[in-house]
Nanobody, 129 residues
Framework: QLQLVESGGGSVQPGGSLRLSCTVSGFNLPYYAVGWFRQAPGKEREGVSSISVSGGAANYADSVKDRFTISRDSDKNAVFLQMNNLRPEDTAVYYC??????????????????????WGQGIQVTVSS
């Protein structure tokens, strides 16, 4: 059974930084794309960033471009989201998810929730002064 566990969330002031980690277990081969999503109260879950199997291709939502960076360490089955210059509107529960059969191949990933098969339990990120 594939499991994803997020860590690294918390509270930070505007302009601060956090680094989220997503550790994947229960799947021996790192052939999965990974996405980070977030959901604020009263809003739909939205894609934040995603990274391909190869790690060579990434996507970002317009709202986080130039502030967030996604990366993966396949040896450790982990994916990271470095979040800089955080804003109050980044406050949300953040989820990581795995796509076990990325339809675009090893250099493709998606920001659409429907593409993902397994989800973590989520972790809170709060940006407030």
């Amino acid at each position: 059974q594939l499991q994803l566990v997020e860590s690294g969330g918390g509270s930070v002031q505007p302009g601060g930084s956090l680094r989220l980690s997503c550790t994947v277990s229960g799947f021996n081969l790192p052939y999965y794309a990974v996405g980070w999503f977030r959901q604020a109260p009263g809003k739909e879950r939205e894609g934040v960033s995603s990274i391909s199997v190869s790690g060579g291709a990434a996507n970002y939502a317009d709202s986080v471009k130039d502030r967030f960076t996604i990366s993966r360490d396949s040896d450790k089955n982990a994916v990271f989201l470095q979040m800089n210059n955080l804003r109050p509107e980044d406050t949300a529960v953040y989820y990581c998810a795995a796509d076990l059969a990325p339809r675009g191949g090893v250099s493709w990933s998606s920001l659409q929730t429907s593409e993902y098969d397994y989800w973590g339990q989520g972790i809170q990120v709060t940006v407030s002064s």
